[in-house]
Nanobody, 129 residues
Framework: QVQLVESGGGLVQAGGSLRLSCAAS????????MGWFRQAPGKEREFVAA??????????ADSVKGRFTITRDNANAKNTVYLQMNSLKPEDTAVYYC????????????????????WGQGTQVTVSS
């Protein structure tokens, strides 16, 4: 089973930027769509962004559209997906998780939790006002 390890979280002021990374342990990563979710205290885990195996197709939650960018690097066995987060807001504070899609994604409708498996352990992002 693929292992996913997130990094790059931290404390940042509102308006700042962070880049999250998610490293996968298997080469099959390069044939899988990947996604980022987040979970704030007392709230359900919610979708943030997803990217196709090729990197050509992406989809974002409305709340992050225009501020966050998901990319991936399948070359040279890097097997890493990134989430560049700009113009951060206090409401972006959450634990961010990456996950591998276990079902085909349309990239025209927002994916759901059940579309993903092989979750990482998460990385904390805190945005201060």
């Amino acid at each position: 089973q693929v292992q996913l390890v997130e990094s790059g979280g931290g404390l940042v002021q509102a308006g700042g930027s962070l880049r999250l990374s998610c490293a996968a342990s298997e080469r099959t990563f390069s044939t899988s769509a990947m996604g980022w979710f987040r979970q704030a205290p007392g709230k359900e885990r919610e979708f943030v962004a997803a990217i196709s195996w090729s990197g050509i197709n992406t989809i974002y939650a409305d709340s992050v559209k225009g501020r966050f960018t998901i990319t991936r690097d399948n070359a040279n066995a890097k097997n890493t997906v990134y989430l560049q987060m700009n113009s951060l807001k206090p409401e972006d504070t959450a634990v961010y998780y990456c996950a591998r899609a276990v079902r085909s994604l349309s990239f025209t409708t927002v994916p759901v939790l059940a579309d993903f498996g092989s979750w990482g352990q998460g990385t904390q992002v805190t945005v201060s006002s």
